[in-house]
């Protein structure tokens, strides 16, 4: 079983940045496809940003040019570098992995078997 555990959250300013990480268990990220979901009180989960086990990273729309992710396999650590951010980006932070090339469906929720507890990211005006 896969576990993960996100870390680096925190209550920020617009316009601040923060780093969040995932760590995962045992060895086997280089064949996993991940991503970083958030979801707000309400709010249906959202992919924010993926990178599949081929190396191809994918963006929504709405953090494109703020947010990037790195996979970094020797540490078994993913990575979301978020900057610029907003209070729209307040929301639960979540790590997910599953081993598929997905592909076509980085970015849907539905399609990854294991998931972090989530980190919270608040964002004030």
């Known amino acids: 079983q896969v576990q993960l555990v996100e870390s680096g959250g925190g209550s920020v300013q617009t316009g601040a940045s923060l780093r969040l990480s995932c760590a995962a268990s045992g060895n086997t990220l280089r064949s996993f496809s991940m991503g970083w979901f958030r979801q707000a009180p309400g709010e249906e989960r959202k992919g924010v940003a993926a990178?599949?086990?081929?190396?191809?990273?994918r963006y929504a729309d709405f953090v494109k040019g703020r947010f990037t992710i790195t996979k970094i396999n020797g540490e078994n650590t993913l990575y979301l570098q978020m900057n610029d951010l907003k209070p729209e980006d307040s929301a639960l932070y979540y790590c997910?992995?599953?081993?598929?090339?997905?592909?076509?469906?980085?970015?849907?929720?539905?399609?990854?078997?294991?998931w972090g507890r989530g980190t919270q990211v608040t964002v004030s005006s």
């Open positions: 997910a992995a599953v081993e598929d090339r997905l592909l076509a469906s980085l970015l849907v929720p539905e399609k990854y078997a294991y």
């Open positions: 990178i599949c086990r081929g190396g191809t990273d």
